[in-house]
C-alpha cells in the first residue's frame, strides 16, 4: 500500500495504520501539503522514526522501491513559489540555501515564524536537488502528491521526471479527482481521489471514486473515451 501524502496524522502513522500493517501488508508513504497543517506535532506522528519503528521504513519521498516487482519512486509535497514555481526557473536549489534566503525576509518575520516558513519548506516544498536525485534513478512507476501536467493545475516538471526515470506511469493525490490519462508518448497517469483498495486476486477491500473526466485534455495529453 502507498499513502499519496495529506495523511495528516493525529496519532503516530504506526498507530493509524495498525489494521493494515496486522493484513501483513508493506506500506509505503510520500507527505502532501497539509501534513503540517497541525504543527510539528502531526508532521512528528508521520515522519519521526523514533515514533513509527514499524512504518518509518516506508517513507519513499526520494527513494526508490521495489514493491511487488516493480520499482516506486516516490517525491512528496507541492511546489512552493519561495523555492520553485514552475515553469519559471527555481528560487533556491538545495536546502542549504535556506539560511541565507531566511535572512533576506526583514524584521517584520520573528524568530519563530522564520523557523516555522524554513520548517515547512523544508518538509514540504518540493526542491530541485530531489527532482535531480530522483532523475537519475530507474523507476517503473512515480508516485506524486503534486501533478503532473495531464491535470489542467499539474506541472509539467513532473511529466519530465518521469520521462527521465522510465517510468510508465504516474499515480498522484493533490487534487481530489480520479481520473486516467495518457501522453502521446504512452506515458500514463493515475490521479487518486477517494481511494480504492484490492488485493493481488483482484477482490476489493473498500470501494473507492471511479475515474472521472476532467473536461478537455490539455496539450499532449488524452482522457480515455474523449
Not at 479527482?177 to 476489493?204: F, I, K, N, T
Request: hydrophobic residues 45%.
Amino acid at each position: 500500500m502507498v499513502l499519496l501524502g495529506d495523511i495528516e496524522c493525529h496519532a503516530p502513522l504506526d498507530s493509524l495504520a495498525a489494521p493494515i500493517l496486522r493484513r501483513g501488508a508493506r506500506l509505503h508513504w510520500i507527505f502532501g501539503n497539509h501534513d503540517l497543517d497541525g504543527g510539528p506535532e502531526m508532521w512528528s506522528n508521520l515522519a519521526d522514526p523514533a515514533r513509527n519503528p514499524l512504518t518509518a521504513a516506508g517513507a519513499l519521498h526520494g527513494r526508490v522501491v521495489e514493491i511487488g516487482g516493480l520499482l516506486v519512486a516516490g517525491l512528496g509535497g507541492t511546489f512552493h513559489p519561495r523555492v520553485w514555481n514552475p515553469p519559471a526557473a527555481p528560487r533556491l536549489h538545495g536546502r542549504a540555501d535556506l539560511v541565507a534566503d531566511m535572512a533576506t525576509l526583514g524584521p517584520g518575520w520573528s524568530a519563530d515564524s522564520t523557523a516555522a516558513l524554513a520548517h515547512s519548506l523544508a518538509s514540504l516544498a518540493i526542491w530541485p536537488e530531489d527532482v535531480e536525485a530522483l532523475a537519475a534513478r530507474r523507476a517503473d512507476v512515480l508516485v506524486t502528491h503534486e501533478a503532473p501536467s495531464s491535470h489542467r493545475s499539474g506541472v509539467a516538471v513532473l511529466d519530465g521526471l518521469a520521462r527521465a526515470m522510465g517510468a510508465k506511469l504516474v499515480v498522484h493525490g493533490h487534487h481530489h479527482v480520479g481520473y486516467r490519462a495518457h501522453a502521446e508518448d504512452g506515458l500514463q497517469v493515475q490521479g487518486v481521489g477517494s481511494a480504492w483498495g484490492m488485493d493481488v486476486a483482484g477482490r476489493p477491500h473498500w470501494p473507492g471514486e471511479a475515474d472521472r473526466l476532467l473536461g478537455q485534455a490539455p496539450a499532449g495529453w488524452c482522457y480515455p473515451g474523449r
